[in-house]
């Protein structure tokens, strides 16, 4: 069974203190793994789509990479606009729905 | 163009009540799914439409819920004799062609009292 498991479950940070979210996956084939943002009340906004094993993809201060397990979500020298929950889902090859992992609560103090 | 649109935003209702949620996709998005999102989780999978017809249900969709997109436009999703178990965010998504990607609205988020 598809199944999507992100850490850690939240994340403090100071401004300027970069780090990585993770996100591990088990899938039969995978047509697609995303990064969502998901602020307070709304819904997850877009933000990255990988394909493929070794796949990276920027931008601003986010930059996610792909392996055949999991991804990672690294962050550079947040702001404290970058305050949000990051939300993980893949697509099986098999189906055309999304599974989502619990997200990641990420707080960056001024 | 102004993204995925869901209307009410918010909706309180009374136990036992029916309740219907309307969801207009980007336009010319032949894809429309259906999530439910409780508080600390990710959004967990409903239905999904290609075009009019309804391709797929989650187990997690009772006999209570039933969605429609007639024409292939925008899409409806009802819960009769609602519990308190229903109280989530409702979330519209929506994407184009071979194109993976699902554009969300800002949700509909249902109080069952």
């Known amino acids: 069974e598809d199944q999507v498991t992100q850490s850690p479950e939240a994340l403090r940070l100071q401004e300027g203190e970069s780090s990585s979210l993770n996100c591990s996956y088990t899938v039969s084939g995978l047509r697609g793994l995303f990064w969502y943002r998901q602020d307070p009340g709304k819904g997850p906004e877009f933000l990255f789509t990988?394909?493929?094993a070794g796949e990276e993809k920027e931008k601003e201060r986010l930059k996610a990479t792909l392996t055949k397990k999991e991804s990672f979500l690294h962050i550079t020298a947040p702001k404290p606009e970058d305050s949000a929950t990051y939300l993980c889902?893949?697509?099986?090859?098999?189906?055309?729905?999304?599974?989502f992992g619990s997200g990641t609560r990420l707080s960056i103090r001024p | 163009d102004t993204g995925v649109s869901q209307d009410p935003r918010h909706k309180i209702t009374k136990r036992g009540q029916n309740v219907t949620f309307r969801c207009d996709p980007i336009s010319e998005h032949n894809r429309l799914y259906w999530y439910r999102q409780t508080l600390g989780q990710g959004p967990e999978f409903l239905t999904y439409f290609q075009n009019e017809a309804q391709l797929e249900k989650s187990r997690l969709l009772s006999d209570r819920f039933s969605a429609e997109r007639p024409k292939g436009s925008f899409s409806t999703l009802e819960i009769q004799r609602t519990e308190q178990g229903d109280s989530a965010m409702y979330l519209c998504a929506s994407s184009e062609g071979a194109n993976i990607e699902q554009f969300f609205g800002p949700g509909t988020r249902l109080t069952v009292l």
């Open positions: 990988l394909y493929s």
């Open positions: 889902a893949v697509e099986d090859s098999s189906a055309s729905k999304i599974i």
